[in-house]
């Protein structure tokens, strides 16, 4: 997922937010100022109700992110590289490289999210139960910890990509000590655990509210979904198995040189070429991004003999620079964007590039593989 707005960095794991969490935020906002705290705590002035509200709704947001971040520091304390956290519309995301290396490491990075929630709902309902303090507020408290509350259970749910589908994943390794077995259940598991809460939705559009139901099927639509592609994900990871990126990529592409000019690039490398994304080098041969035909295409004519193609160049972060011996499957890790998915690197030289259509490729034909 991308991240629309980098908060910055917690634990050194860097934190953000997808636009859509405003969608949550104002949500959430509109229902507590508008229903709920009025409700419970009637008699005071509006503004002290928005005031309360939207304190709550971030206070929610936050507990959100702990419930990542614990995700984030088992899994960094297990090993498994964190790349970042970011909120959105369903919820938080932490996005890792790789995976747990044992069924009880899976374990723990899954379950401590939502025990890390239910540890939230229990603090939050115990100061609201005990605490002094005006109605209003402990109202307040008292919403968190439901939601928490709410937040842990569903989590629990026993369906891939929820934390209890990977709970479940990881008892089905243990017990059947076959990883891709224990993968294709979780997932399925995930995909009837969607479809059953789309079912849910209806029933409830059709006899009681329609909005609390619209929005059951619309997080069971989701979870279907993802369970899909990380089902699809899975298969192609299987058939990878052994294959080289230098099997997969296009080898020794044409290059543009950085110092080039796009009036000559495209009257030269450019037209003769079978690509239609390159390489883009400095004078020593070392890559120092890409550029494809849209970017050239963007230029207006009038400054083509004056843009040199280093200043149209596009970076490739370090992570999709990859050497011509490593795992196919580490494509498969990252969310790709773009026409360039990796630069191949052999003796600080391109030996040669993944495009977007290689990945596809590669994709078919590990599934292909699979099936045959
Ligand atoms: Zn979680």
Same mark, same amino acid.
């Given at each position: 997922?991308?991240?629309?707005?980098?908060?910055?960095?917690?634990?050194?794991?860097?934190?953000?937010v997808?636009?859509?969490?405003?969608?949550?935020?104002?949500?959430?906002?509109?229902?507590?100022?508008?229903?709920?705290?009025?409700?419970?705590?009637?008699?005071?002035?509006?503004?002290?109700?928005?005031?309360?509200?939207?304190?709550?709704?971030v206070?929610?947001?936050?507990?959100?992110?702990?419930h =990542?971040?614990?995700?984030?520091?088992?899994?960094?304390? /297990?090993?498994?590289?964190?790349?970042?956290?970011?909120?959105?519309?369903?919820?938080?995301?932490t996005?890792?490289?790789?995976?747990?290396?044992?069924?009880?490491?899976?374990?723990?990075?899954?379950?401590?999210?939502?025990?890390?929630?239910?540890?939230?709902? $229990?603090?939050?309902?115990?100061m609201?139960?005990?605490?002094?303090?005006?109605?209003?507020?402990?109202?307040?408290?008292?919403?968190?910890?439901?939601?928490?509350?709410?937040?842990?259970v569903?989590?629990?749910?026993?369906?891939?990509?929820?934390?209890?589908? /990977?709970?479940?994943?990881?008892?089905?390794?243990?017990?059947?000590?076959?990883?891709a077995?224990?993968?294709?259940a979780?997932?399925?598991?995930?995909? $009837?655990?969607?479809?059953?809460?789309?079912g849910?939705?209806?029933a409830?559009?059709?006899?009681?509210?329609?909005?609390?139901?619209?929005?059951?099927? +619309?997080?069971?639509?989701?979870?279907?979904?993802?369970?899909?592609?990380?089902?699809?994900?899975?298969?192609?990871?299987?058939?990878?198995?052994?294959?080289?990126? /230098?099997?997969?990529?296009?080898?020794?592409?044409?290059?543009?040189?950085?110092?080039?000019?796009?009036? =000559?690039?495209?009257?030269?490398?450019?037209?003769?070429?079978?690509?239609?994304?390159?390489?883009?080098?400095?004078?020593?041969?070392?890559? +120092?991004?890409?550029?494809?035909? =849209?970017?050239?295409?963007?230029?207006?004519?009038?400054?083509?003999?004056?843009?040199?193609?280093?200043?149209?160049?596009?970076?490739?972060?370090? @992570?999709?620079?990859?050497?011509?011996? @490593? @795992?196919?499957?580490?494509?498969?890790?990252?969310?790709?964007?773009?026409p360039?998915?990796?630069?191949? +690197?052999?003796g600080?030289?391109?030996?040669?590039?993944?495009?977007?259509? @290689?990945?596809?490729?590669?994709?078919?034909?590990?599934l292909?593989?699979?099936?045959?």
């Amino acid at each position: 997922m991308k991240q629309s707005l980098r908060l910055g960095q917690v634990a050194g794991i860097p934190v953000g937010v997808h636009w859509s969490v405003l969608v949550i935020a104002a949500l959430i906002a509109a229902s507590l100022g508008g229903g709920v705290l009025p409700g419970a705590a009637p008699g005071q002035v509006p503004g002290l109700y928005w005031t309360i509200a939207v304190a709550t709704s971030v206070l929610f947001l936050a507990s959100l992110l702990a419930h =990542e971040l614990a995700h984030a520091l088992v899994a960094r304390w /297990r090993a498994v590289p964190v790349q970042s956290i970011t909120l959105w519309l369903f919820g938080g995301v932490t996005q890792m490289q790789g995976e747990a290396r044992t069924p009880r490491n899976e374990l723990e990075i899954s379950v401590v999210g939502p025990l890390t929630s239910l540890a939230v709902a $229990g603090l939050a309902f115990v100061m609201a139960a005990f605490m002094p303090g005006p109605r209003l507020v402990l109202s307040a408290l008292m919403w968190l910890a439901l939601m928490n509350l709410l937040l842990g259970v569903f989590n629990m749910l026993p369906g891939a990509p929820l934390d209890g589908g /990977r709970v479940l994943h990881a008892v089905l390794w243990w017990r059947t000590r076959d990883r891709a077995r224990a993968d294709r259940a979780a997932a399925r598991a995930g995909q $009837g655990l969607g479809l059953l809460l789309v079912g849910l939705g209806m029933a409830e559009v059709l006899f009681t509210s329609w909005a609390g139901g619209l929005w059951l099927m +619309i997080i069971g639509w989701f979870l279907a979904g993802a369970a899909g592609t990380e089902m699809a994900a899975r298969s192609a990871r299987e058939g990878l198995g052994g294959v080289r990126i /230098r099997d997969v990529m296009t080898p020794l592409p044409d290059l543009a040189p950085a110092w080039l000019d796009v009036e =000559e690039f495209v009257s030269g490398v450019a037209s003769r070429s079978h690509q239609s994304v390159f390489p883009v080098v400095a004078f020593g041969g070392e890559p +120092i991004g890409y550029v494809n035909l =849209e970017a050239l295409a963007a230029v207006p004519p009038s400054q083509r003999g004056s843009t040199r193609l280093d200043r149209l160049a596009r970076p490739l972060p370090p @992570d999709r620079i990859l050497g011509p011996d @490593d @795992d196919a499957a580490t494509l498969l890790e990252r969310p790709t964007m773009g026409p360039m998915v990796a630069l191949v +690197i052999e003796g600080g030289h391109v030996a040669g590039m993944v495009t977007a259509q @290689d990945l596809s490729r590669m994709v078919r034909l590990a599934l292909l593989r699979r099936a045959s």
